[in-house]
């Protein structure tokens, strides 16, 4: 449904991902020389056991104990440096990647809801921003970078193939910054345990050529269009007179309400309720006649709908393009 | 010993969570059966804290603020213009009451306008204290709903100032 996805850190598709890679190895490496290295001192000390069970603890060879002092004393000093080092190394690559404001790029706000993203992006002109939700759209070769917040509880996000992890606290704002380097479409997960749904808390970032994401965001920033087919007219309808305008938003429509995600092109979308299930009119349809058996404690209530007005409102959000 | 065990007891399926409504209660709309069901929103910690999640979505504050009453009257005081049984209350908010309370008929779920109700019990105290909220996301602007004193029955005196 959505073509390969990318989730792997150890497979980087941005400058900032393959900095975190190669520190990855490098700890990896060093790491596994020195443990190789203890293991081999260790089986050496076994092979070359005492020569007696039962040594005389008082008879001290000078030499082999002046000998056996430099060689731990060495060891503890290599073990020291070592240390220092790949701490050093990963405090210069974080600050590298995590620590230099980019002026330049493009600026997105993303919120953290149960369980559901929220992502806004912002412009200079306010008329060119919009909010959509689960899915984020970047272009190539662009730096992006993402302001986060939380709305209820503590998330992070984590999409492992363009950046580490970022925690989206109550209360404050984080921010995390990644350029892609390659289109393609990158998974992305809550990485914090925020409740129930956690693991249903997916999200994807698109990265697309330049002109593919502005004809993207121009269609993102217009409204609804009015449905033309009477089975969408009369899905529009049953939506506005239902519980779903509590929550959500169709703009162009008198739905506004910002408690759940913006619908204004749900269709558009690749999945629904944040990566939980893929987006067809099929699956529109089940979440609204089942929310709780979907998605078991989330916040979209089951609404009694009759079969004529849950087809017909599926229709309806299935064609927002 | 029974003494200490008792409140243990008490907090049990304080948190059992129902996320499918029951079908009776999707059944009656309206009808009076659903009326006794009131009791097991009162006392789950889970329907009281969506409750208090869906106040603040719904934006009951707008009029009501943190409990304390502004535009709407005060909800934490224990005192019921048109009665103080999770009944009345769910019927205030679905049918609206002269004044200003609007009706929320057919746009709020029935299943979250007991939440919401239960949680408006919860406010003036009328709850089990094991199950009421203990906190709030953001800024607390009053003790919690599980630190309110348990309210004097009905027709004794004017309410008592809530010390902080």
């Known amino acids: ?159 492992p193939s363009l950046m580490g992890k970022e925690d989206l606290i109550p209360g404050r704002e984080n921010s995390i910054r990644f350029t892609a380097a390659r289109a393609g479409i990158y998974r992305g997960q809550c990485a914090e345990f925020c409740g129930a749904q956690h693991a249903h808390m997916a999200l994807l970032v ?4 330049k002109p593919d994401f502005d004809a ?35 703009r162009g429509t008198s739905a506004a309400a910002r408690v759940g995600p913006d619908l204004t092109h749900v269709g558009s979308r690749m999945t629904l309720a944040a990566g939980t299930l893929p987006l067809s009119r099929g699956t529109l349809a089940a979440w609204l006649a089942d929310p709780q058996g979907v998605k078991p404690g989330s916040q979209m209530p089951f609404v009694q709908l009759d079969p004529d007005e849950l087809n017909a409102i599926s229709a309806y959000l299935e064609g927002l393009k | ?71 709407g009257p005060a909800l934490m ?17 679905r049918e609206g009451r002269p004044n200003g309370m609007p009706s929320f008929r057919g746009k709020i779920t029935d299943e979250q306008i007991w939440e919401i109700a239960a949680y408006v019990l919860s406010m003036s105290g009328n709850v089990s204290s094991a199950a009421a909220p203990n906190r709030d996301d953001h800024m607390q602007g009053r003790p919690a709903e599980n630190r309110q004193p348990t309210p004097p029955p009905p027709g004794d005196e004017a309410p008592k100032l809530l010390s902080p």
Not at chain 1, 206 to 209: G, K, M, R, Y
């Open chain 1, 1 to 159: 449904m959505v073509g390969p996805l990318v989730q792997s850190a150890l497979d980087p598709h941005s400058p900032q991902g393959e900095r975190l890679r190669d520190l990855i190895w490098i700890f990896t490496a060093v790491c596994g020389v020195v443990w190789l290295a203890v293991m081999i001192a260790l089986a050496i000390a076994v092979w070359r056991r005492r020569a007696s069970a039962a040594p005389e603890p008082s008879a001290l060879e000078r030499a082999a104990e002046l000998r056996l002092t430099i060689i731990v004393g060495a060891l503890v000093g290599m073990t020291a440096v070592t240390v220092l080092a790949l701490t050093g190394l990963s405090y210069a690559t974080q600050k590298r990647v995590l620590g230099r404001p980019l002026a330049a790029g493009m600026a997105l706000l993303v919120t953290g809801h149960q369980w559901w993203w929220e992502v806004e992006y912002k412009d200079d002109e306010p008329a060119r921003t919009f909010t959509t939700a689960n899915e984020i759209h970047v272009p190539v070769g662009v730096p992006v970078t993402i302001r986060l917040r939380a709305d209820d509880v503590i998330h992070s996000f984590w999409v």
């Open chain 1, 206 to 209: 698109v990265a697309q050529e």
């Open chain 2, 77 to 93: 005081e224990n005192r019921w213009i048109y009665g103080g049984t999770i009944a009345d209350i769910v019927a205030t908010i």
């Open chain 1, 216 to 250: 993207w965001r121009d269609g993102q920033i217009r409204s609804a269009d009015d449905p033309n087919e009477p089975e969408r007219q009369k899905g529009l309808a049953a939506f506005l007179a239902k519980p779903c305008v509590m929550c959500h938003a169709v």
């Open chain 2, 1 to 71: 010993m029974p003494l200490a065990i008792a409140p243990l007891v008490a907090g049990c399926e304080r948190e059992d969570r129902q996320y499918r409504a029951d079908p009776p209660l999707l059944d009656a709309r309206g009808a009076g059966r659903q009326y006794t069901l009131g009791e097991r929103y009162l006392n789950n910690a889970y329907h009281l804290s969506q409750g208090k999640r869906l106040y603040a979505s719904f934006n009951c504050r707008g009029c009501h603020f943190d409990g304390g009453g502004g535009i």
